[in-house]
């Protein structure tokens, strides 16, 4: 079959989607599949005049509105930008992995099938990213483009239970949403034997408030306060960088945590580390904990949505309480209080990761949905292992 798999982000950029789709398409150029990829680069911008209708609702009261205007005017970019690079091009079907790529292969190539794998939820993150208000213009907007992927898309999936109940509520028929978790090769994590005289904790993850950086420096805080000795690296970038600097200082951790900005490949350095911890405020499905899970690390995270999915609390991780510094201190000090147990979470983390969140598992499932749009064209050799 010849696939087309459209992103917004361009493939190099951080992040679940971007680090797992590009995988995705090398196994299945192995086996004699072609899988090209598609996004918009960021400088497009402007670029699109077409008039936006949506078949579900009327955008136009919505008009006016800054974030409004900016997602309609990206949506029309992203179809110039379509007509530009793809016209003439044929596929058998084309798998999305945004709201705008979807809609935008579908107002070009109405006769193809297209997918769409709704990864995470624009609208929750600028909620707790404090730039919209939840019921507001921007939300009720946002929460309108489920339905209307309902409406234009052949297939609608996405990654994690908890998730597809969320956007089902915005669905006239949720139970047909299929969930696909995501998946990684594990080739790309390697586990490295070492020992950490100071417990090393690590997050990984974008400088927004929806992260919830500002628990995770109160809950160090407090281990400070305990005397429970440790070492927190900070792995990314984002708007609030500067504001969580300041808030170490005045908690008198900045001699105890590490910024080290935007890593393109965070998984080489992950393995030297000894604890993985993100308390996110929501969370589709939280990419980072499968892949610190591969590196061998013990899991600790907040008790919403994918990361729960994840982790069984005291078996290959911990949960906690979103917003409760204390609570993730407690759990932070249970694994630097004792090696033993942190190991045997991190053991077990590794072995779940592996078998539930195997990309050869994606692979597996995605094949069985791709050519049920379709009887198989040419395949090369398609009976070898993905």
């Given amino acids: 079959m010849n696939i087309l798999q ?32 598609f996004s918009l680069p960021k400088r497009i911008r402007n670029k699109g005049h077409d008039e936006i209708a949506f078949a579900t609702f009327d955008w136009q009261p919505y ?15 992203y179809i110039w930008w379509v007509k530009l690079r793809l016209a003439g091009q044929k ?8 709201p705008i790529a979807a809609m935008a292969m579908k107002h070009i190539f109405p006769d193809i099938p297209v997918l769409m794998t709704v990864h995470s939820s624009y609208e929750r993150e600028l909620i707790l990213n404090g730039r919209i208000a939840e019921g507001g213009v921007e939300h009720r907007f946002l929460t309108s483009i489920y339905g209307e992927l309902e409406h234009q898309t052949d297939r609608l999936m996405t990654v994690s239970n908890s998730f597809a109940q969320y956007i089902g509520e915005y669905l006239k028929e949720p139970q047909l949403t299929e969930v696909i978790p995501n998946g990684y090769d594990e080739k790309r994590f390697k586990p490295i034997a070492h020992e950490n005289e100071v417990t090393q904790l690590v997050t ?27 070492v927190l690296h900070i792995i990314g970038d984002g708007p609030i960088r500067e504001q969580l600097e300041g808030l170490s200082q005045q908690l008198g951790i900045y001699d105890d945590t590490i910024f080290y900005g935007y890593m393109l490949h965070p ?3 992950l393995p030297f580390f000894d604890v993985f911890v993100l308390p996110s405020r929501a969370e589709a499905f939280g990419s980072v904990f499968a892949e610190a899970a591969l590196c ?23 949960l906690v309480p979103s917003e409760n510094p204390v609570a993730l ?3 932070l000090e249970t694994v630097i209080a004792d090696p ?12 779940k990761a592996k078998k539930t969140y195997s990309l050869n598992r994606v692979i597996s499932e995605l094949k069985r949905i791709y050519t049920s749009f379709g009887s198989e064209t040419e395949q090369g050799n398609d009976n070898q292992e993905t």
């Fill in 267 to 269: 998984e080489e350095l």
């Fill in 296 to 318: 061998l690390l013990a899991l600790v995270g907040t008790d919403v949505g994918g990361i729960a999915e994840q982790i069984e609390d005291g078996a290959n991780g911990l």
């Fill in 91 to 98: 596929y058998d079907l084309i798998h999305a992995h945004h």
């Fill in 6 to 37: 459209a992103l917004f982000f361009p493939p190099e950029q951080p992040g679940g989607v971007s680090s797992m789709v590009p995988h995705i398409g090398e196994r299945f150029r192995k086996i004699g599949w072609e899988m090209e990829m």
């Fill in 329 to 331: 201190a407690n759990a």
């Fill in 63 to 77: 008009a006016g509105n800054a974030i409004v205007d900016k997602y309609i005017q990206t949506y029309k970019d």
């Fill in 340 to 351: 033993h147990f942190r190991y045997e979470m991190a053991r077990a983390g590794w072995n």
């Fill in 204 to 230: 990984v993850c974008r400088l927004v408030p929806a992260k919830g950086l500002d628990i995770l420096l109160h809950a160090c805080a407090e281990l400070r306060k305990r005397n429970r000795p440790f």
